[in-house]
């Protein structure tokens, strides 16, 4: 069992920069492929971006070039750097933490990108 708290959200304006943290316990963290996805409203989930156990990521193309996934194993946290933020980066962003057809969830939380 797997528990994610992510922190970090808050009110950017367009240009700006932020970055999302988030904690995992409960397990042996560094076997778990991490990623960070994101809702907005009336839109399905999508994934941002996922870094394997190995490091290998991956990025949704909207945002390549301005989000950077990283894991600090002995911190058992995962990170998220946004730079460039647009208004359509607004939303929900959620922790997953993935081995194998298990899937964990963190509570979410919101970046809003508005002038």
């Known amino acids: 069992q797997v528990q994610l708290v992510e922190s970090g959200g808050g009110l950017v304006q367009p240009g700006g920069s932020l970055k999302l943290s988030c904690v995992a316990s409960?397990?042996?963290?560094?076997?778990?492929?991490m990623g960070w996805y994101r809702q907005a409203p009336g839109k399905q989930r999508e994934l941002v971006a996922v870094?394997?156990?190995?490091?290998?990521?991956n990025y949704a193309d909207s945002v390549k070039g301005r989000f950077t996934i990283s894991r600090d194993n002995a911190k058992n946290t995962v990170y998220l750097q946004m730079n460039s933020l647009k208004p359509e980066d607004t939303a929900v962003y959620y922790c997953?933490?993935?081995?194998?057809?298990?899937?964990?969830w963190g509570q979410g939380t919101q970046v809003t990108v508005s002038s």
């Open positions: 409960g397990s042996i963290f560094s076997i778990y492929t």
């Open positions: 997953n933490g993935k081995r194998f057809a298990v899937n964990y």
């Open positions: 870094m394997t156990t190995g490091g290998i990521t």
